[in-house]
Each structure stands twice: as structure tokens, then as C-alpha cells.
């Protein structure tokens, strides 16, 4: 990926990427300040500059070790631990986000933090990841590289055509699997063919399985494909199902 070298006058902000990285560490570090020197810290700070340097930012104090160790101690703010300490500033909205969504969950951040590392050392699925042509509605909670990881594949022309004639030959119909629809029951030969794929594997396993099966995607329409992605933490296809139980029944 080349990208023409960006050394804006000031750093740009943390990413959710950035953070859940941070929080891993932080956790890691039981929320005390790390020592100096600490080989965790420039393991991180390395990790984040090269990060940035895939999207063509650089500079001297671009995720530092100073930057990163200060970074820690922000989650403080959110912190039981440390609830009764004067002077910690309230951080920002961001960081409150991503504490709430993974401190009580130190394995699915552990999971996440090291798929988010393997994307960023890995320059093929960095790339893919990294590019800026995607949209979705919401980011995931496991932020950027995996979400967009998640969209390249699901959006996989080869893989979706196997996919829609593996179901014809098993089902001989496309049909919704959240809420049923058949397009070409409702469109006639226009509608033939016609539905979208969603891969169903958890994000954080998406670095380790490079290899996209037939059985990790779902058939859905477009309505419910952007239900799935509306808001962050994106719905599985079973919790989908219950949320159209329950809005068809009468109230």
C-alpha cells in the first residue's frame, strides 16, 4: 500500500483500533503506571506507528512511548479502581465507549487486541483492511481493520455466487434467513438471484481463518443485512430473529 508521507502539524486522534490495543496493555499492567523502559510499551508504540505508517502518517512524537504510557493511565478515569483519585481528567467518549464494551471482558479483548495485531503485521490482510472504498453504518466495537476485514469478505463475488448456488441446489430457493423474504417470489425473474451474503464468524477470528467457508455466510436481504450493521454491538442472525418475533406480535 503506498501512500504519499502525512506530517500533520498535530497527531491524529486515538482510533478504536488504538484503544482496545491500549486497554489490553492497560489491563495487562493491572492500571499502574508502567515502569520506564518497559518493553510492553515500545512493543505497543512500535505497533501503532506502523499502523499509521500504512496510511502514510509519520512523525517524531506519532504514538511515542511517553504518548502511549499517558494513554494508559486515561482509562484510569473509568477505572472502580481508582474512583476515589482527585485530579483525573474525565477523558473522552471514545475511550468510555470502548472501557464499557471490553474491561469486563478481558478474554474477548485479549482475542480482539491480538486479531487487531495480527491485521497490522500482516501487509496482504492490512491492505484489504485498510482500504478506503468500504462503507457500512456502524463500525463494529472491534473497530476499524476487523470491520472492514469482515465487509471484504462477506462482499466476496466468487465466494457469494458459490454460496447462492450451494443453497439453490440444497434448497432451490434464496431466501432471507432472518425474516424470510424471496425476492423473486416478490419480483418475479427480477428478483431472481438476487440477496445479499453476511459472514458469520466472530470478527476477532477472522486474522487466524483465512480461508472463508460456505458455512460462514448467511443469505439475507438488503433490509436486514443493514439491521445487522445499524448499530454497534451488530446483531447475530438469531438475536435478528427475535427482534422480528417480537415487533410482529401484537401489542
Known sequence: ??????????????????????????????????AKG???VQELSDLLNKFWRLQGYSGATLRN????????????????????????????????EVWEEFANQPDDLKKTAQAICDI????????E?????????AEAVEGQLLTHLHVRRERSKKLIAQKKKAVLENLGQLVCEACGFDFQ????????????????????????ERTTRLS?????????????????????????RDMIKKASQPH
Open 1 to 34: 500500500m503506498k501512500h504519499q508521507p502525512k506530517t500533520p502539524s498535530r497527531n491524529p486522534a486515538w482510533t478504536r483500533d488504538e484503544l482496545i490495543l491500549a486497554l489490553n496493555l492497560y489491563l495487562e499492567c493491572n492500571g499502574a503506571f508502567p
Open 38 to 40: 518497559d518493553a510492553r
Open 65 to 96: 512511548t511517553n504518548g502511549v504510557a499517558m494513554k494508559l493511565m486515561n482509562f484510569r478515569v473509568h477505572d472502580p479502581k481508582y474512583a476515589e483519585l482527585k485530579g483525573l481528567k474525565a477523558g473522552n467518549k471514545l475511550e468510555k
Open 120 to 127: 497490522i503485521q500482516n501487509p496482504q490482510e492490512a491492505e
Open 129 to 137: 483492511a485498510l482500504a478506503p472504498e468500504q462503507e457500512i453504518e
Open 185 to 208: 417470489k416478490r419480483y418475479g425473474e427480477r428478483g431472481a438471484g438476487f440477496i445479499e451474503c453476511h459472514h458469520t464468524k466472530p470478527l476477532s477470528d477472522l486474522p487466524e
Open 216 to 240: 460462514d455466510l448467511a443469505l439475507l436481504c438488503a433490509n436486514c443485512h443493514r439491521m445487522i450493521h445499524a448499530k454497534r454491538p451488530w446483531l447475530s442472525i438469531p438475536d435478528l
